[in-house]
């Protein structure tokens, strides 16, 4: 009789994260560069979202920013481009951080999910939100970028992002414009994804961006004191 094959130790999912030392997140994936991560991000199949997604789409911007903005999860042109926030969300958070007073190309933007989740209508891919247990699986990711990056401090776009950073779950609409302290010592200004504007009422919509932008200014400060 066969001896059986010992059996090949299956990783833990979610994968376990210190919350209060990104870098250790870090040491435990091997990951060394923003390059890597996306390498690493484009074989994860640590949840179903990677095997139906074009590609994963990791953050970008300055790769030494004091602010780090996390949404959700790519969309439809995030997918298919490989970049966050192309799309109409993203040119909304644009204009916005612009009337805000922050240098967009100071930033760096990403999301708490890295693939796209969508269902098919007809021939159009429709945004469908991540569970909790997928945006907990590419929570390991999120902490590599935010060590690689080490921002002073972050914005959460939204209740996925919020959790995310933050460790639990936010109410948005009654945290936004707040700063709440993550684990590490970092802080979080809660606010609404950019999506959510676009899905105001017309009418409406001018007196929300005022507010999102609004929310977005009280991180200015983290750019006053910067050299020049």
């Known amino acids: 009789m066969k001896d059986k094959p010992a059996a090949v130790p299956v990783p833990p999912i979610p994968r ?12 435990l994936d091997g990951i060394g560069s923003l390059a890597e991560l996306k390498s690493a991000t484009m074989a994860c199949r640590e949840c179903p979202i ?9 953050g970008e911007g300055n790769p030494k920013a004091r602010l780090m903005l996390v949404g959700e999860q790519p969309g439809d042109q995030e997918d298919l481009q490989g970049h966050p926030f192309v799309g109409p969300a993203g040119r909304l ?29 007809g021939k159009r891919r429709i945004h469908k939100s991540p569970s909790q247990r997928e945006a907990a699986a590419c929570l390991h990711w999120l902490e590599d970028e935010i060590a690689l990056v080490r ?16 460790g639990r779950a936010v109410p948005v609409m009654a945290e936004r414009g707040k700063w709440l302290p993550r684990p590490d010592g970092r802080q979080v200004l809660i606010t609404l ?14 007196e929300a961006f005022e507010l999102f932008v609004k929310d977005l200014a009280k991180a200015r400060k983290l750019f006053r004191t910067q050299p020049a």
Request: aromatic content about 4%; charged content about 20%; proline content about 8%.
């Open 193 to 206: 994804h950019p999506s959510a504007l676009l899905r105001v009422l017309p009418e409406d919509r001018e």
């Open 151 to 166: 921002p002073l401090a972050l914005v959460a776009l939204g209740s996925t992002a919020a959790r995310s950073a933050v």
């Open 93 to 121: 958070l644009a204009r916005a951080l612009e009337e805000a007073g922050i240098p967009r190309d100071q930033v760096f933007v990403s999301n708490a999910v890295k693939h796209f989740k969508f269902e098919l209508r």
């Open 50 to 58: 990677g095997q139906f997604a074009t590609q994963s789409v990791i």
């Open 16 to 27: 376990p994260v210190d919350r209060t030392d990104p870098l250790s997140t870090l040491a």
